[in-house]
C-alpha cells in the first residue's frame, strides 16, 4: 500500500542528473577505436508530484530511456540525484522496485514460455503481494482489460495486444504509486489503444497513480497528459502544459489540398504555402487555429478535388522548440 | 536480521522454482525424455573411465571402486551445483536481449532471479546417475560415523565450491561477452579435473587447485580419507577435513565478484 | 568460384570473433594439459594400451583438441544459421534460389573450418608441440594424407550437423536433437577415449560409425599407424560416410521442402 508521506514532497526529484557513456567510434585515420565520451543526459531537473500523468517525449536517442533506467535504478547516474519516493534508485534498488511498475513496449516482462496466469502468480511470490489482494486486482484487471479467455495461453502465443495487456496487468497486480509506461500503444490497432488509454485514464483518477509516459505517439500525450516534459540531446527543452508546447513551440497544422488544376501558390489569410507539387500543395497554419475558415477560404476561391489535414509531427514540434533555444 | 533475508530468498527461489516445475510437469514426456537423456549424456563420462579401466588394474594406484568414488561424489556435487545456478551462465544473453535490465526492475536480488531462472529437473538426470555411481563405490569403503559424516560434508562443500565457481566465473559476461569461453577452462576444466585421481598432476597444478581453484576439496581430499589412503602427493592431512572451508570461502569470493559485477554493469549500462 | 566467395565469407565473418578465438585456444590448451596428464597416468599402467604408446597417446590428445572446433565436433558451425533461418521460416527464400542449399552451407562452413583450423587448430598444436613435445607427421606424404583426411572429417561432419539442423523442419527447435548428438560425437569420435581402447564389439560398432571419421581416423593417420593400402582404406571409409551422409541430407531436404510446401512452413 503507498505509505503516507508528506504532500510536499515530490514523488519523483530529480536534479541536475548527469549520465555520460564511454563509447568506442571509429575514427578516421587511426586504426583502433578512439574512446569518447558521449553526454547521453545532463542537466537535467524536474519533479512529479503523486497522481500526476507526465508525458517524456524526445527524438530518438535523446535521453528518455537512459532517464527512465536511472529512475527505476538498473543504471546510476554519473552526476546529479535522482529520488523516487524518497529513494535512492540505485542505492535501494529492491525496496524501491516493489512500489514502481514497469511496462516496456517493445519487450515483454512476462515469461515467454509459461502461460500466462504462471506469470502473474510468479509476480505475486516475487512482490509478495498478499493473496486476497492479488486475487482483487487481478479478477479486476483480468476484467477490465478482457484478458479471461488467455490466462491459460503461454504468452509467447499471445498477439501483441494481449501481451501488451497481460504487461501492463503485471505491473499493476502489487499496486505500484508510479507506473513507467515505455511506447505502450506500438503496434496496437486504434481500437485497443483507445481502450488502453481509457483504462489508463481510470487508473490514475482512482488509485491517484502517478504515470510516467515515454512515447512517440502525440496522440498518446494529448488523451493522457497534462504535463509534458520534452528532452532533447539529454536535457529537458519544456517542461509545461500541453497545450502549452503547442503554442511556444509554434507547432504548426499542414492542410494538403489537391487542386483540380495546378494553380500558383494558393493565397488565404492565416496559412502560408510550404510546398507544391502538380496540384498539390502544403499549406501551414498554427495549430491552435481552427482549420475550418482556412478549408472554407480554399474552397471559395479554387477548384478543390480532395483536402486532408496533417496533425504536426512531435518531431517538428521538438525540433522547432530547439531551434528557437527554449 | 541478515539470516532471515538469506532465508527469505531461498523461500522466493524455492516459490519461482516451483512454478518452474510445475509448468514443465505440463508435457510429462518431454519431461522424462530430456531427463533420461540428460542421465545417459552425463553418464558417458562414467563409461569413458570403465572403458579405460578394462586395460588396467589402477588408475595411479587407484582402483575402478576408488576412482568410481571420486567420479561419483564429484559428478553428485556438480549436479547438486548445476540445478542451483540454473542460468547463471546465460548472463551474456540476459544483458543482450534487455531481460537482465527487467530483472532489474524486480524486488528480489538479481541472483536469485538468474539462477531460478528456467529453473529445470532435468538436470536429475545427472544426479541418479551420479548417486548410482557413486552408491556403487560406497559400498567398498570401510564406514565410520567419522567417516559418514566427512562424506555428507564432501558432498554439500562439493556444491558450494562449483555453485562458487559458475557464478563467479560467469560474472566475466558482466564485463565482456566476447570472451566468455575463457571461463569454460576454468568451470568445465575444474569439473573434469575431478573425475581423475589428483596425484596424476605435477605437484604445482596440484598446489593450484587447492589455494586457487579449489576444485580439490570437491572430492579428492575427503576421499583420500574416505578410503583411508595416505595422500600420495604428500599434502598435510588437515586438508582433507577442510572442505566446508573450502566451499564457503569460494562461495563468498563468487558473491563478491557478482555484486562487483552487477555494480559495473549498472554503472556503464549496456 | 561462387562457392569459394560464399566460403571467403564465411572465413572473413569468423575472422572477426578475436577474443572470442583467443579465450578458446585458452580453453582447448587447459583441456589439452589435463587430458594430457590423464593419459599419461593411463599409459603408465599399461604402457602398450590399444597399440598405442605414451607419445601417441598424448599427440592424440592435442590432435583432438585441435580438431574440435575445425570440424565443429560439438555441432553448431554454419548450420546453425540453417536452424535459425528454419525456426523464422526464411528458409522458404533459400529453398527457391538457384544455388543449391546444401552447397552453400557446405562452402560456408568450410570457410570457417578454414578460419578455425589456422587459429584453433594449429594455436594448441603448437602449445601441445611446446609443452608436451607431441609427435609430427613422420614424413611429407603423411601430412598430405592427413590434410585430405582432416577436409573429408569437416565434410562427415558438416553432413552429420546438417541433419540435425534439418530436424528442425519437424521439431521447430534443433536444441535438444544438437545437444545429443553432440555427446554422441564425443563419445564416438574418440574425443574422450581413443577408440583404439574400446574393447570387443563396442570397438568394432564405434570404428564402423561415421564419428570414427572425426577424429581417429585423421590421428591415426598423423600418428603414421595407416600406411599404404591401409591408409586408403581409412581415407576410403570416410570418403563413404561422407557420401552417404550427404545423400541422407539431400534426402532430407527434399522432403523438407515437400513440408514447407504444402504446409507453408
Redesign the interface.
Given at each position: 500500500m503507498p505509505s503516507h508521506h508528506s504532500t510536499e514532497q515530490p514523488l519523483i526529484q530529480v536534479r541536475d542528473l548527469q549520465r555520460t557513456f564511454d563509447v568506442r567510434r571509429r575514427v578516421e585515420g587511426r586504426r583502433r577505436r578512439v574512446r569518447e565520451e558521449v553526454l547521453a543526459v545532463h542537466d537535467l531537473t524536474f519533479s512529479v508530484e503523486a497522481g500526476e500523468m507526465v508525458g517524456y517525449i524526445g527524438p530518438n536517442g535523446a535521453g528518455k530511456s537512459t532517464t527512465v533506467k536511472m529512475l527505476t535504478g538498473i543504471l546510476v547516474p554519473t552526476g546529479g540525484e535522482v529520488r523516487v519516493v524518497g529513494l535512492d534508485p540505485s542505492r535501494n534498488r529492491v525496496e524501491l522496485a516493489r512500489r514502481i511498475g514497469v511496462v516496456f513496449g517493445q519487450r515483454s516482462t512476462l515469461w515467454w514460455d509459461l502461460p500466462l496466469i504462471d506469470s502473474f502468480e510468479l509476480l505475486q511470490k516475487m512482490y509478495r503481494i498478499p493473496p486476497a489482494r492479488y486475487r482483487q486486482n487481478l479478477d479486476r484487471f483480468v476484467e477490465i482489460l478482457d484478458l479471461g479467455k488467455q490466462l491459460d495461453t503461454p504468452v509467447r502465443q499471445l498477439s501483441l495486444g494481449q501481451r501488451m495487456r497481460g504487461d501492463i496487468t503485471a505491473a499493476l497486480l502489487h499496486d505500484p504509486e508510479v507506473l513507467y509506461l515505455d511506447e505502450p500503444t506500438i503496434g496496437l490497432d486504434v481500437v485497443s489503444k483507445g481502450r488502453l488509454r481509457e483504462f489508463l485514464r481510470s487508473l490514475n483518477s482512482e488509485r491517484n497513480t502517478t504515470l510516467m509516459l515515454t512515447t512517440h505517439d502525440l496522440q498518446d500525450i494529448e488523451a493522457l497528459c497534462e504535463r509534458v516534459i520534452v528532452i532533447d540531446h539529454g536535457t529537458s527543452v519544456y517542461d509545461g502544459s500541453l497545450a502549452g508546447l503547442h503554442a511556444q513551440g509554434g507547432s504548426r497544422r499542414t492542410l494538403v489540398v489537391d487542386l483540380v488544376d495546378e494553380a500558383p501558390p494558393i493565397d488565404v489569410p492565416g496559412a502560408e504555402v510550404r510546398k507544391v507539387e502538380g496540384p498539390r500543395q502544403w499549406l501551414s497554419f498554427p495549430s491552435d487555429a481552427s482549420a475550418a475558415p482556412i478549408v472554407a477560404a480554399v474552397a471559395a476561391a479554387y477548384d478543390v478535388a480532395d483536402l486532408s489535414i496533417q496533425e504536426p509531427d512531435i518531431e517538428d514540434v521538438i525540433r522547432d522548440l530547439y531551434a528557437r533555444g527554449a | 536480521m541478515a539470516e532471515a533475508v538469506r532465508a527469505q530468498h531461498l523461500r522466493t527461489y524455492g516459490q519461482i522454482a516451483w512454478l518452474w516445475i510445475r509448468a514443465a510437469w505440463q508435457y510429462p514426456t518431454s519431461f522424462v525424455l530430456l531427463a533420461v537423456g540428460n542421465g545417459l549424456i552425463t553418464g558417458l563420462d562414467f563409461v569413458g573411465l570403465w572403458i579405460m579401466f578394462a586395460h588396467l588394474d589402477n588408475l595411479a594406484g587407484f582402483s575402478l571402486h576408488e576412482v568410481a568414488l571420486l567420479y561419483g561424489s564429484a559428478s553428485l556435487a556438480l549436479g547438486i551445483a548445476d540445478t542451483a545456478i540454473g542460468s547463471v551462465e546465460r548472463i551474456g544473453t540476459y544483458i543482450r536481449t534487455g531481460r537482465l535490465d527487467q530483472m532489474l526492475t524486480k524486488p528480489v536480488p538479481l541472483l536469485v532471479q538468474v539462477c531460478a531462472d528456467q529453473f529445470t529437473l532435468r538436470r536429475l538426470g545427472r544426479l541418479t546417475q551420479a548417486s548410482i555411481v557413486f552408491g556403487w563405490a560406497c559400498t567398498y569403503v570401510d564406514w565410520t560415523p567419522l567417516k559418514l559424516v566427512v562424506a555428507v560434508s564432501m558432498l554439500v562443500s562439493g556444491g558450494l565450491v562449483f555453485f562458487g565457481l559458475f557464478v563467479g566465473f560467469s560474472c566475466v559476461q558482466f564485463w565482456t561477452q566476447d570472451a566468455t569461453e575463457f571461463a569454460n577452462a576454468f568451470t568445465y576444466g575444474g569439473a573434469t579435473i575431478t573425475q581423475y585421481p589428483l596425484n596424476i598432476f605435477p605437484r604445482e597444478l596440484l598446489v593450484g587447485l587447492t589455494f586457487v581453484i579449489p576444485v580439490a576439496f570437491v572430492n579428492w581430499y575427503p576421499c583420500l580419507y574416505l578410503l583411508g589412503r595416505s595422500d600420495p602427493t604428500g599434502m598435510p592431512d588437515a586438508l582433507r577435513f577442510a572442505s566446508p572451508l573450502a566451499g564457503l570461502v569460494t562461495m563468498a569470493a563468487a558473491l563478491i565478484v557478482w555484486r562487483s559485477g552487477v555494480r559495473h554493469y549498472t554503472s556503464t549500462g549496456s | 568460384m561462387l562457392h569459394v566467395a560464399i566460403a571467403t565469407r564465411a572465413f572473413r565473418r569468423y575472422s572477426t570473433?578475436r577474443?572470442?578465438t583467443?579465450?578458446?585456444i585458452?580453453?582447448n590448451s587447459?583441456?589439452g594439459i589435463?587430458y594430457s596428464?590423464?593419459y599419461?597416468?593411463?599409459w603408465?599402467?599399461?604402457p602398450t594400451?590399444?597399440g598405442y604408446d605414451a607419445q601417441d597417446a598424448v599427440t592424440y590428445v592435442w590432435l583432438g583438441q585441435a580438431l574440435l572446433m575445425t570440424i565443429a565436433l560439438w555441432g553448431g558451425g554454419t548450420t546453425d544459421d540453417l536452424a535459425e533461418r528454419i525456426r523464422t521460416g526464411d528458409v522458404a527464400i533459400d529453398l527457391y534460389r538457384p544455388v543449391g542449399i546444401i552447397g552453400w552451407y557446405l562452402a560456408s562452413d568450410l570457410g570457417r573450418a578454414a578460419y578455425h583450423l589456422l587459429t584453433r587448430g594449429f594455436g594448441p598444436t603448437l602449445i601441445g608441440l611446446v609443452i608436451f613435445h607431441i609427435s609430427l607427421p613422420p614424413s611429407f606424404s603423411t601430412a598430405g594424407a592427413f590434410a585430405v583426411s582432416l577436409v573429408l572429417a569437416g565434410v562427415v561432419s558438416f553432413a552429420i550437423r546438417f541433419l540435425v539442423a534439418s530436424t528442425a523442419f519437424w521439431l521447430l527447435d534443433q536444441s535438444?536433437v544438437k545437444?545429443?548428438s553432440g555427446?554422441f560425437a564425443?563419445?564416438f569420435s574418440g574425443m574422450?577415449?581413443p577408440l583404439v581402447?574400446?574393447?570387443g564389439w563396442?570397438g568394432t560398432v564405434a570404428n564402423a560409425l561415421p564419428w570414427a571419421s572425426y577424429v581417429q581416423v585423421p590421428a591415426d593417420i598423423w600418428l603414421g599407424k595407416h600406411t599404404g593400402v591401409d591408409l586408403v582404406a581409412a581415407l576410403g571409409f570416410q570418403l563413404v560416410w561422407a557420401a552417404v551422409l550427404l545423400t541422407a541430407c539431400q534426402g532430407v531436404l527434399r522432403l523438407a521442402t515437400r513440408k514447407v510446401v504444402v504446409q507453408g512452413g
Open positions: - | - | 570473433y577474443a572470442a583467443l579465450a578458446g585458452f580453453t587447459v583441456f589435463i596428464y590423464a599419461l597416468a593411463v603408465d599402467a599399461n594400451a590399444g535438444g545437444v545429443m555427446a564425443i563419445f574422450m577415449l581402447l574400446f574393447p563396442l
